[in-house]
Protein backbone atom coordinates (compact mmCIF):
# COMPACT_ATOMS: atom_id res chain seq x y z
CA UNK A 1 0.00 0.00 0.00
CA UNK A 2 1.49 3.28 -0.79
CA UNK A 3 2.13 5.85 1.89
CA UNK A 4 -0.80 8.85 2.22
CA UNK A 5 0.87 12.47 2.29
CA UNK A 6 0.54 14.68 5.17
CA UNK A 7 -1.74 17.77 4.99
CA UNK A 8 1.38 20.05 4.43
CA UNK A 9 2.68 17.25 1.15
CA UNK A 10 -1.09 17.61 -0.19
CA UNK A 11 -0.16 21.13 -2.56
CA UNK A 12 2.73 18.92 -4.11
CA UNK A 13 0.93 15.97 -4.82
CA UNK A 14 -1.61 17.95 -6.47
CA UNK A 15 0.70 20.08 -8.01
CA UNK A 16 2.74 17.52 -9.60
CA UNK A 17 -0.30 15.43 -11.22
CA UNK A 18 -1.84 18.47 -13.01
CA UNK A 19 1.68 18.26 -14.66
CA UNK A 20 0.23 14.84 -16.47
CA UNK A 21 -2.38 14.79 -19.49
CA UNK A 22 -3.86 11.95 -17.81
CA UNK A 23 -4.75 13.67 -14.80
CA UNK A 24 -6.89 15.99 -16.69
CA UNK A 25 -8.68 13.14 -18.11
CA UNK A 26 -9.08 12.24 -14.46
CA UNK A 27 -11.10 14.75 -13.55
CA UNK A 28 -11.43 16.43 -9.99
CA UNK A 29 -8.10 15.78 -7.90
CA UNK A 30 -9.42 18.01 -4.58
CA UNK A 31 -10.09 14.78 -3.24
CA UNK A 32 -7.39 12.82 -4.45
CA UNK A 33 -5.86 12.01 -0.81
CA UNK A 34 -9.11 9.70 -0.33
CA UNK A 35 -8.59 7.98 -3.81
CA UNK A 36 -4.60 7.52 -4.03
CA UNK A 37 -5.51 3.67 -5.41
CA UNK A 38 -7.38 5.00 -8.26
CA UNK A 39 -5.06 7.99 -9.56
CA UNK A 40 -2.29 5.26 -9.29
CA UNK A 41 -4.01 2.77 -10.82
CA UNK A 42 -5.05 5.26 -13.86
CA UNK A 43 -1.75 6.99 -13.96
CA UNK A 44 0.45 3.52 -13.90
CA UNK A 45 2.71 5.33 -11.43
CA UNK A 46 3.45 4.00 -7.95
CA UNK A 47 4.18 6.38 -5.16
CA UNK A 48 7.10 4.81 -2.75
CA UNK A 49 7.85 7.81 -0.46
CA UNK A 50 7.01 11.60 0.43
CA UNK A 51 9.73 13.98 1.88
CA UNK A 52 9.47 17.73 2.65
CA UNK A 53 11.76 18.14 -0.50
CA UNK A 54 8.78 16.29 -2.39
CA UNK A 55 7.94 13.04 -3.43
CA UNK A 56 9.55 9.51 -4.73
CA UNK A 57 7.86 8.07 -7.34
CA UNK A 58 8.05 5.12 -9.86
CA UNK A 59 6.88 5.51 -13.17
CA UNK A 60 5.67 2.46 -15.28
CA UNK A 61 6.22 2.57 -18.95
CA UNK A 62 5.22 0.06 -21.82
CA UNK A 63 7.72 -0.35 -24.28
CA UNK A 64 6.33 -2.64 -26.38
CA UNK A 65 5.26 -5.77 -24.60
CA UNK A 66 7.46 -4.89 -21.81
CA UNK A 67 6.57 -3.13 -18.98
CA UNK A 68 9.18 -0.67 -17.66
CA UNK A 69 9.33 0.42 -13.80
CA UNK A 70 11.37 3.78 -12.91
CA UNK A 71 12.09 5.18 -10.29
CA UNK A 72 12.05 8.66 -10.29
CA UNK A 73 12.80 11.49 -6.93
CA UNK A 74 10.37 14.86 -7.44
CA UNK A 75 12.45 17.40 -5.71
CA UNK A 76 10.52 20.55 -6.27
CA UNK A 77 9.28 21.76 -3.07
CA UNK A 78 5.88 22.71 -1.58
CA UNK A 79 6.39 26.85 -1.87
CA UNK A 80 7.77 26.44 -5.76
CA UNK A 81 4.75 24.03 -7.01
CA UNK A 82 1.94 26.01 -5.43
CA UNK A 83 3.69 28.95 -7.29
CA UNK A 84 4.02 26.65 -10.00
CA UNK A 85 7.50 27.67 -11.42
CA UNK A 86 10.20 24.92 -11.96
CA UNK A 87 13.51 23.92 -10.04
CA UNK A 88 15.08 25.00 -13.50
CA UNK A 89 13.40 28.30 -13.97
CA UNK A 90 16.04 30.61 -13.29
CA UNK A 91 18.59 28.98 -15.66
CA UNK A 92 15.99 29.10 -18.25
CA UNK A 93 15.35 32.81 -17.78
CA UNK A 94 18.98 33.20 -17.65
CA UNK A 95 19.55 31.62 -21.40
CA UNK A 96 16.38 33.48 -22.63
CA UNK A 97 17.52 37.17 -21.61
CA UNK A 98 21.35 36.01 -22.81
CA UNK A 99 19.49 35.04 -26.67
CA UNK A 100 17.62 38.18 -26.56
CA UNK A 101 20.47 40.67 -27.81
CA UNK A 102 20.70 38.13 -30.70
CA UNK A 103 17.58 38.23 -31.40
CA UNK A 104 17.01 41.67 -31.56
CA UNK A 105 20.19 42.15 -33.68
CA UNK A 106 18.19 39.35 -36.15
CA UNK A 107 15.49 41.12 -36.25
CA UNK A 108 16.85 44.44 -37.21
CA UNK A 109 19.10 42.91 -39.57
CA UNK A 110 16.45 40.99 -41.13
CA UNK A 111 13.55 43.68 -41.22
CA UNK A 112 12.74 46.23 -43.63
CA UNK A 113 10.43 48.79 -44.78
CA UNK A 114 8.28 50.37 -42.48
CA UNK A 115 8.46 48.05 -39.77
CA UNK A 116 12.06 48.76 -39.83
CA UNK A 117 11.48 52.14 -39.68
CA UNK A 118 9.09 51.97 -36.41
CA UNK A 119 11.43 49.30 -34.86
CA UNK A 120 14.52 51.42 -35.08
CA UNK A 121 12.83 54.63 -33.97
CA UNK A 122 11.81 52.23 -30.64
CA UNK A 123 15.01 50.78 -30.57
CA UNK A 124 16.62 54.57 -30.40
CA UNK A 125 14.31 55.65 -28.00
CA UNK A 126 15.32 52.57 -25.37
CA UNK A 127 18.57 53.34 -25.93
CA UNK A 128 18.44 56.76 -24.77
CA UNK A 129 16.16 55.80 -21.94
CA UNK A 130 19.17 53.16 -20.74
CA UNK A 131 22.17 55.91 -21.52
CA UNK A 132 19.95 58.29 -18.68
CA UNK A 133 19.32 55.70 -15.80
CA UNK A 134 23.11 55.10 -16.65
CA UNK A 135 23.96 58.46 -16.05
CA UNK A 136 21.46 58.61 -13.39
CA UNK A 137 23.65 55.61 -11.12
CA UNK A 138 26.51 57.43 -11.72
CA UNK A 139 25.40 60.79 -9.86
CA UNK A 140 27.72 61.78 -7.08
CA UNK A 141 26.57 64.21 -3.98
CA UNK A 142 28.03 67.45 -4.59
CA UNK A 143 26.78 70.79 -4.08
CA UNK A 144 24.45 73.14 -6.12
CA UNK A 145 23.26 76.62 -5.88
CA UNK A 146 19.52 77.44 -5.66
CA UNK A 147 18.51 81.17 -5.58
CA UNK A 148 14.76 80.44 -5.59
CA UNK A 149 14.72 79.08 -2.15
CA UNK A 150 14.80 81.11 1.11
CA UNK A 151 16.00 79.25 4.11
CA UNK A 152 13.04 79.73 7.30
CA UNK A 153 14.52 81.82 10.18
CA UNK A 154 16.63 83.87 10.91
CA UNK A 155 19.99 83.77 8.96
CA UNK A 156 23.25 85.16 10.47
CA UNK A 157 25.20 88.45 9.48
CA UNK A 158 28.27 86.33 8.12
CA UNK A 159 25.79 84.40 5.90
CA UNK A 160 23.30 86.91 4.54
CA UNK A 161 26.20 87.22 1.89
CA UNK A 162 26.39 83.70 1.05
CA UNK A 163 24.72 82.31 -1.69
CA UNK A 164 22.20 79.37 -0.78
CA UNK A 165 23.36 76.07 -1.36
CA UNK A 166 21.87 72.39 -0.89
CA UNK A 167 22.80 68.97 -1.62
CA UNK A 168 21.51 67.63 -4.90
CA UNK A 169 22.74 64.86 -7.49
CA UNK A 170 24.82 66.06 -10.54
CA UNK A 171 27.00 64.10 -13.21
CA UNK A 172 29.97 63.94 -11.92
CA UNK A 173 32.45 60.47 -11.45
CA UNK A 174 35.56 61.18 -9.33
CA UNK A 175 37.04 58.12 -11.31
CA UNK A 176 36.30 59.95 -14.83
CA UNK A 177 37.21 63.40 -13.29
CA UNK A 178 40.80 62.27 -12.65
CA UNK A 179 40.83 60.49 -16.11
CA UNK A 180 39.75 64.10 -17.53
CA UNK A 181 42.69 66.39 -15.66
CA UNK A 182 45.46 63.76 -16.55
CA UNK A 183 44.43 63.93 -20.43
CA UNK A 184 43.84 67.81 -20.07
CA UNK A 185 47.47 68.06 -18.82
CA UNK A 186 48.53 67.77 -22.69
CA UNK A 187 45.18 68.85 -24.39
CA UNK A 188 44.49 71.40 -26.96
CA UNK A 189 41.91 73.60 -27.03
CA UNK A 190 40.16 72.13 -30.28
CA UNK A 191 39.08 75.46 -32.78
CA UNK A 192 35.70 75.93 -34.16
CA UNK A 193 35.72 75.79 -37.39
CA UNK A 194 33.18 74.38 -40.38
CA UNK A 195 32.60 70.92 -40.53
CA UNK A 196 33.62 69.23 -44.00
CA UNK A 197 31.74 66.93 -45.82
CA UNK A 198 32.71 63.67 -46.84
CA UNK A 199 32.19 64.86 -50.40
CA UNK A 200 34.53 67.68 -50.10
CA UNK A 201 37.07 65.06 -48.73
CA UNK A 202 36.83 62.09 -50.43
CA UNK A 203 36.44 61.20 -54.27
CA UNK A 204 33.74 58.10 -55.00
CA UNK A 205 36.02 54.84 -57.18
CA UNK A 206 34.47 53.25 -59.64
CA UNK A 207 35.83 49.71 -59.96
CA UNK A 208 34.44 46.43 -61.56
CA UNK A 209 34.08 45.01 -64.99
CA UNK A 210 31.51 47.39 -65.86
CA UNK A 211 32.18 50.33 -63.56
CA UNK A 212 29.34 49.40 -61.22
CA UNK A 213 31.10 49.39 -57.76
CA UNK A 214 31.28 52.25 -55.86
CA UNK A 215 32.76 51.17 -52.37
CA UNK A 216 36.26 52.55 -52.84
CA UNK A 217 37.09 56.11 -52.04
CA UNK A 218 40.17 58.05 -52.76
CA UNK A 219 41.57 60.79 -50.36
CA UNK A 220 41.24 64.69 -51.52
CA UNK A 221 43.19 66.35 -48.75
CA UNK A 222 46.36 66.35 -47.32
CA UNK A 223 47.28 63.72 -45.07
CA UNK A 224 49.33 61.86 -42.51
CA UNK A 225 50.31 58.21 -43.16
CA UNK A 226 52.87 56.67 -40.54
CA UNK A 227 56.22 55.01 -41.01
CA UNK A 228 55.67 51.62 -40.34
CA UNK A 229 51.77 51.52 -42.52
CA UNK A 230 51.53 48.38 -45.23
CA UNK A 231 48.84 49.09 -48.11
CA UNK A 232 46.27 46.33 -48.02
CA UNK A 233 46.09 44.47 -51.17
CA UNK A 234 44.98 47.52 -54.08
CA UNK A 235 41.84 44.56 -54.45
CA UNK A 236 40.61 45.46 -51.15
CA UNK A 237 41.97 48.76 -50.48
CA UNK A 238 38.41 50.81 -49.26
CA UNK A 239 40.82 54.16 -48.27
CA UNK A 240 43.40 55.17 -51.24
CA UNK A 241 45.47 57.54 -50.00
CA UNK A 242 47.77 59.06 -52.78
CA UNK A 243 51.32 59.61 -52.31
CA UNK A 244 51.21 62.74 -53.66
CA UNK A 245 49.19 64.37 -50.73
CA UNK A 246 51.40 62.24 -48.00
CA UNK A 247 53.06 65.16 -45.67
CA UNK A 248 55.81 63.96 -43.36
CA UNK A 249 56.96 67.15 -42.50
CA UNK A 250 55.38 70.96 -41.06
CA UNK A 251 55.88 74.17 -40.71
CA UNK A 252 55.21 74.92 -37.68
CA UNK A 253 55.17 78.62 -36.13
CA UNK A 254 56.16 79.02 -33.04
CA UNK A 255 54.06 82.31 -31.54
CA UNK A 256 56.48 84.11 -28.82
CA UNK A 257 59.49 83.62 -30.87
CA UNK A 258 58.02 84.63 -34.25
CA UNK A 259 60.27 81.97 -35.82
CA UNK A 260 58.76 79.02 -38.39
CA UNK A 261 60.38 75.52 -37.59
CA UNK A 262 60.31 72.49 -40.43
CA UNK A 263 59.27 69.63 -37.84
CA UNK A 264 58.53 65.84 -38.68
CA UNK A 265 54.60 65.06 -38.19
CA UNK A 266 54.66 62.28 -35.41
CA UNK A 267 50.70 61.80 -35.56
CA UNK A 268 47.03 63.12 -36.66
CA UNK A 269 45.07 63.63 -32.96
CA UNK A 270 42.35 65.18 -33.73
CA UNK A 271 40.17 66.03 -36.39
CA UNK A 272 37.31 68.61 -35.69
CA UNK A 273 35.04 67.18 -38.63
CA UNK A 274 35.38 63.57 -37.54
CA UNK A 275 36.46 60.67 -35.70
CA UNK A 276 37.14 59.02 -39.07
CA UNK A 277 39.13 61.58 -40.81
CA UNK A 278 40.96 61.40 -37.46
CA UNK A 279 41.57 57.57 -37.80
CA UNK A 280 42.45 58.27 -41.75
CA UNK A 281 45.20 60.78 -41.22
CA UNK A 282 43.92 63.86 -43.08
CA UNK A 283 44.79 67.66 -42.08
CA UNK A 284 41.93 69.61 -42.93
CA UNK A 285 41.66 73.00 -41.04
CA UNK A 286 41.53 72.88 -37.61
CA UNK A 287 43.43 69.46 -36.98
CA UNK A 288 45.66 68.79 -34.26
CA UNK A 289 48.83 67.67 -35.41
CA UNK A 290 51.82 66.41 -33.05
CA UNK A 291 55.10 66.73 -34.09
CA UNK A 292 58.86 65.89 -33.17
CA UNK A 293 61.14 68.30 -31.13
CA UNK A 294 63.71 66.02 -30.44
CA UNK A 295 64.91 65.36 -34.03
CA UNK A 296 66.06 69.00 -34.89
CA UNK A 297 68.76 70.25 -32.72
CA UNK A 298 69.06 73.75 -34.75
CA UNK A 299 65.04 74.09 -33.52
CA UNK A 300 66.10 72.99 -29.78
CA UNK A 301 69.14 75.88 -29.73
CA UNK A 302 66.77 78.83 -31.66
CA UNK A 303 63.80 77.66 -28.68
CA UNK A 304 66.75 77.76 -26.15
CA UNK A 305 68.66 81.35 -27.33
Not at 98 to 104: I, L, Q, T, V
Not at 111 to 117: Q, V
Not at 153 to 160: I, K, R
Not at 279 to 288: D, E, F, P, Q
Request: charged residues 35%; glycine residues 6%.
Amino acid sequence: MPLHPSSETIPVWFHLLRGFKSVQKYGNLTSMNKDFEKVEKYLRMNILNFTERGMVIALITMSGRMKERKQLTVSYTIKELDHRTRTDGRLLRRKKEAREPHKRSKEARMTTGIRAKLMHKRRHAEKVQMKKTIKMHEERKTKKKNDDEVPEGAVPAYLLDREGQSRAKVLSNMIKQKRKEKAGKWDVPIPKVRGVSENEVFKVLKTGKKKGKQWKRMVTKVCYVGEGFTRKPPKYERFIRPMGLRFKNAHVTHPELKATFFLPIIGVKKNPSSPMYTSLGVITKGTVIEVNLHRSPTTLRMMAA
